[in-house]
């Protein structure tokens, strides 16, 4: 159940999908959003070429021009204010906050009293960067406890998700959340497992059908070989899907700090929105 969303929002149009799916999910849950808006002091106190993603202590405060932090300050009220105007038009509850701080360690520290953190792929200072999926972006996943859905440049509605099972605890509770979205919002369900052995990939896909089966829901089954992420794009070219969805991996005392390398090379990959279970 998805009581609470928290969305992360600065300039860039992966921004605007990501409330856009927020949106769409707080209508089906009838959650409550909050927005939040961190004031990167990285880039208030250091040049946007250093990416400084994998510093997980908190840097030290150093003294800003008030004129600077003002400006920031207005910034970030003018797109929380839009925010709260386009949450409050779909009728739900919406509250909105500014935080000062690295972003990926706020939003993944707020998470926690959340049920779901939506963010786009890339922010505004994506330009700065090469890779398909921001620092940011990635940070958060690393350290989260709650599921993330990572939004694209452009938003649709979901009608249709792959969902990714290998019967992992993660990859269960992403198939319990696919579930509910299936009931709830009518989205059509297609599991596929990649697996180069069969047998045994048939063994794990049953142990979905399992699940599913006795709920009603319908769904499509599919067993392929390969390397997971080439078989998701292969597949996603097949069969066109609106999200996927699958677990994180690492279920050490330092899971903040591993990925699951099937779950980071398809959140880096594919080009469609992804949530990902803890």
Sequence with gaps: MIRS???AVDASAHARAALEHAIEMGRLYQARVTGLYVL??????????????????????????ADVMEKFKSKSERILEDLRQAVEKSGLPVETRTEEGVPGLVIADMGVTHDLVVMGKR????????????????????????????????????????????????AVRGLKMAADLAERGAVKLRILTVDDEPERGRATLAEAKAYL?????????SVLPGRAARTVAFSLSEDPADLV???????????HLILGRTTEQVMRSVGLPVLLVP
């Design 5 to 7: 969303i928290l969305v």
């Design 40 to 65: 990167d002091i990285r880039y208030l106190e250091m040049p946007p070429s250093l990416d400084y993603s994998y510093t997980f202590e908190a840097v030290p405060p150093t003294v800003v021009p």
């Design 123 to 170: 922010g505004e200072h994506a330009k700065w960067g090469r890779d398909l999926l921001g620092s940011t972006a990635e940070s958060v996943v690393r350290r989260s406890a709650t599921p993330v859905l990572l939004a694209e440049e452009q938003s649709r509605p979901v009608r249709k998700a792959l969902v990714l099972f290998d019967g992992s605890h993660p």
């Design 213 to 221: 089966e006795p709920l009603g829901l319908e769904a499509a089954y």
């Design 245 to 255: 969805i699958l677990g994180m991996r690492g279920q050490s005392p330092l899971h």
